[in-house]
């Protein structure tokens, strides 16, 4: 061997050596060993035995469960409004009150065209009693020959004509209050008050839409009056899914955006017929909002209940692979540090967990990382910090 050879021989003996030091030297400051020869470096999990709720999320809006529009029911200037947004308000309460003068004043004319229908029947009636009278005294001199018989029929005649006459001051009187009665509910409407039916619980001023002094006119939206407790949660749901829905069933309800907080909620109507565009019913949720946290126009994500188990084998989502087209998991043998593959049949996924309908049991924790290079019977190196039972 010449001496350059010699040389180059050297040089490669150090890289060598260099290398194996800086290997063990970073093998000892992360604090990691070096797999088996022949092994594959893996981490585990071990399966676990609970109940898990398969949750599908529908993302919805919150609506009110009930919403009236107060308006007039005669037009008028404003001239007060007792209420603003966000104010709570009663049944009955009253929200607004027109200019009411042109009012009373009709209810006053009425009332004087009553009084004067009663001064008329009076007078008529008097008349109608005269006329009778005079009939029974022409009718007696005509029965003894004394009165002719041209003075008995006026007289007849006059008696007939005052009756009528009193039948109709009398219909006047009764024309002139119910005019009256008219005129008085007229001048009610003037005091516009909340109204619902059924419902003792108070609502609130959602919108408001005029100002005092505002001229209206009859049926011109004034204000609208919500029911947030509770609130309707309205989704959209597939054909994949209807048939698992139910009157009563339970969901869960966050704000879109916020996972700190989850609401309960109920399922209260689900739509007989599917939208032919979309292929998806509606469903609406009842919330109870008791603390009032939600309001009508937000939007919320609804997790809804497709299938419960309540002693289901849990798996890490990751520890799942897919080997000659069958999917499962790798098991290890902690006798023999091997890994096994075990065709699995998922019920359903949640999260980060999926359920498994079979197989029953699992002998040995699971391969969550490095299955990728794993084979069914390859030997693995398990990390100690990932074996179950590991201190933490």
């Given amino acids: 061997m010449n001496r350059r050879n010699g040389l180059v021989l050297v040089a490669i003996l150090l890289v060598v050596a260099v290398g194996v030091i800086a290997y063990r030297t970073g093998a000892e400051q992360s604090g990691a060993e070096p797999a088996a020869a022949g092994r594959v470096a893996v981490e585990t999990r071990a399966a676990e035995r609970r109940a898990i709720a398969d949750i599908r999320e529908f993302s919805g809006t919150l609506e009110a469960s009930a919403v009236r529009t107060v308006a007039p029911k005669i037009g008028g200037q404003i001239a007060s409004i007792a ?148 609130l309707t949660a309205v989704i959209q749901v597939p054909e994949t899914l209807y048939p698992d829905l139910a009157v009563g069933q339970s969901a869960r309800l966050r704000i879109a955006g916020a996972d700190d907080a989850e609401f309960e909620a109920e399922i209260a109507r689900i739509a007989p017929v599917f939208d032919p565009e979309t292929r998806r019913a509606r469903v609406e949720l009842t919330v109870p909002n008791d603390d009032g946290r939600l309001a009508p126009g937000m939007f919320v994500q609804v997790g809804l209940v497709a299938q419960q188990l309540d002693s289901a084998l849990v798996v890490p989502r990751a520890a799942l692979v897919r080997r000659d087209g069958h999917q499962g ?54 990390d100690d910090d990932t074996r179950p039972g590991a201190d933490p």
Wanted: net charge negative.
């Fill in 83 to 230: 209420v603003d947004i966000g104010d709570h308000v009663d049944n009955g309460a009253t929200l607004v009150r027109l200019d009411d003068e042109e009012y009373r004043q009709a209810l006053a004319e009425a009332e004087a065209r009553l009084q004067v229908a009663r001064a008329q029947y009076e007078q008529a009636r008097s008349d109608a009693g005269t006329a009778s009278r005079t009939l029974a005294r022409v009718r007696s001199l005509n029965d003894k020959g004394i009165a002719a018989t041209a003075e008995l029929d006026s007289a007849e005649a006059e008696a007939s004509n005052a009756q009528a006459a009193a039948t109709v001051a009398r219909a006047n009187i009764a024309q002139a209050k119910a005019q009256v009665e008219t005129a008085r509910i007229r001048l009610g409407y003037t005091d516009i008050r909340a109204h619902w039916p059924d419902d003792t619980q108070p609502r609130q001023i959602g919108e408001r839409m005029v100002e005092p002094g505002d001229t209206v006119a009859a049926n011109t939206p004034l204000l609208r009056i919500v029911a947030i407790r509770p």
């Fill in 329 to 382: 998991v790798f098991v290890v043998d902690q006798d023999s540090n091997v890994a096994d593959f075990v065709a699995v049949e998922v019920a359903f996924t949640q999260g980060d967990q999926a359920a498994l309908r079979a197989p029953d049991t699992l002998d040995g924790p699971l391969v969550v990382l490095g299955q990728a290079q794993l084979e069914d019977g390859i030997g693995v190196a398990v």
